[in-house]
């Protein structure tokens, strides 16, 4: 279905968060309150650039291959999406890496 | 302003609110740099979906014209300025989770 060729890469994303979860068997104090938290303030940054480049046409989706649905008039659902999901994996990924190198753990 | 602009002003962004606003400090981490050189080449893939199969297309007056992976050098930019913020936050913010929790009692 070519309407969901966006939300492909998002699910593509959210696999591999759950593999990297469950193969390294990842578990944070409070982390959903710190990734909320966190997105709340990526989302308001990155959301608003994104918001303000497609209002000046620096990019633009084709219509036939996402959902259709939007944010603010001209947000695609899918670009929302995408200040979720990828914050979510960059934080998986570090702490991932954390675990396997052992590095940055007794840093400030 | 061009998407070049806009993606240089967004690494200078993260840079600076990493270094002096979070004082985070994730640039001199080695952690950070690992992690980001991990997530590269996803991101390279996942440009790649977007914008071989025209998904996402850029104005051609916006950028500077250098691909890689099939989108516009910029977005390398973008995408560092977006690990770079996303991981000082989530530093900043556990920190001071960290410290709020109270200590055990002797």
């Known amino acids: 279905m070519a309407r969901a060729n966006y939300l492909y890469v998002l699910l593509f994303i959210s696999a591999c968060a759950i593999f990297v979860t469950l193969l390294f068997r990842l578990r944070a104090e409070n982390f959903w309150k710190r990734f909320l938290i966190t997105d709340v303030v990526v989302l308001a940054v990155y959301v608003a650039w994104d918001y303000w480049a497609i209002s000046r046409g620096n990019w633009y989706f084709d219509k036939n291959q996402i959902l259709g649905i939007f944010v603010l008039s001209k947000l695609p659902i899918e670009e929302i999406l995408f200040f979720i999901i990828v914050p979510l994996m960059t934080i998986l990924t570090y702490l991932a890496l954390k675990k396997l190198t052992g590095w940055g753990t007794r840093e400030p | ?106």
């Open chain 2, 1 to 106: 302003m061009t998407y070049s602009d806009v993606a240089l002003n967004a690494v200078l962004f993260a840079v600076l609110f990493d270094a002096l606003i979070l004082r985070t400090q994730m640039m001199t981490r080695g952690i950070f740099w690992l992690t980001y050189g991990l997530i590269l080449p996803f991101q390279l893939l996942t440009n790649w979906w977007l914008t071989s199969k025209s998904i996402v297309m850029y104005s051609s007056t916006q950028i500077m014209g250098r691909r890689l992976a099939g989108a516009p050098i910029e977005d390398l930019l973008f995408g560092f300025s977006m690990i770079l913020f996303t991981l000082a936050c989530w530093e900043f913010i556990s920190q001071k989770i960290n410290s709020r929790t109270p200590a055990p009692r002797e």
